[in-house]
């Protein structure tokens, strides 16, 4: 049963900490996705990668948010260091870059991180 | 800027009800529109159109595009409480692997 796997799936840390969230795609993907979603906010896009190249991270706050693909069956998104603000749900999406399949998105379970 | 909204936000209705989610998008260079179902956890993919008026069927669940009038249905018949979640429509652009999602639809089945 190929699925996104993220660890941990929920983070209690204090302000000032570093968190360091991990996802595993679906084995054969090649594109990979960082979101954070809130009750306000709905699901933002964070940063996403091809092939474990950075495309966009537009969407992320740059001082301390940081996102990688050290290799193909893992990417990491890193906060740090962490704020109240950062509470939310971060969800890890990966997807096959082909003409049939180009859009779909799989998501794993999420982390829910927060931040006292 | 892409945008893509979904109406209504928050829907109620009695099991056995039909309902149609709503969803109209302004994007720059369309490819497909995507409808997931999010229950407490992850979004969970149900349809991807490309073409218009070409309808696609999962049970009780169907949807259809309109790429002239730029907007999406979702419809679900003979509706049950395991159909209540958050409906997201998102839509995927040429060129780019991301998705532009709506705000969502919270649909409520009431016993």
């Known amino acids: 049963d190929a699925r996104v796997t993220q660890t941990p799936r929920h983070k209690v840390t204090e302000m000032g900490q570093e968190v360091t969230m991990r996802c595993q795609p679906i084995?054969?993907?090649?594109?990979v996705f960082w979101y954070r979603q809130t009750m306000m906010q709905g699901l933002e896009l964070l940063a996403y990668?091809?092939?474990?190249?950075?495309?966009?991270d537009s969407g992320m706050p740059k001082d301390r948010f940081s996102a990688e693909m050290p290799d193909a069956t893992l990417a990491t998104l890193k906060i740090q260091p962490s704020e109240p603000r950062d509470s939310a749900v971060y969800f890890c999406?990966?997807?096959?870059?082909?003409?049939?399949?180009?859009?779909?998105?799989?998501f794993g379970a999420g982390t829910r991180l927060s931040v006292l | 800027e892409d945008k893509v909204v979904q109406s209504p936000l928050s829907l109620v209705v009695h099991e056995g009800d039909t309902v149609t989610l709503n969803c109209s998008y302004e994007?720059?260079?369309?490819?497909?529109l995507l409808w997931y179902k999010q229950e407490k956890k992850a979004p969970t993919f149900l349809f991807m159109l490309?073409?218009?008026?070409i309808e696609k069927k999962s049970g009780r669940l169907s949807s259809i595009l309109d790429k002239k009038e730029l907007f999406s249905i979702l419809n679900i018949t003979a509706t049950q409480t395991g159909d209540s979640a958050v409906y997201l429509c998102?839509?995927?652009?040429?060129?780019?692997?991301?998705?532009?999602f709506g705000q969502g639809t919270r649909l409520t089945i009431n016993p």
């Open positions: 990668f091809r092939n474990r190249a950075p495309l966009d």
């Open positions: 084995l054969g993907h090649n594109t």
């Open positions: 994007v720059t260079n369309f490819r497909s």
């Open positions: 998102a839509v995927g652009v040429q060129g780019a692997q991301k998705l532009v």
């Open positions: 490309t073409s218009s008026g």
């Open positions: 999406a990966s997807g096959l870059s082909s003409p049939r399949q180009g859009s779909i998105q799989y």
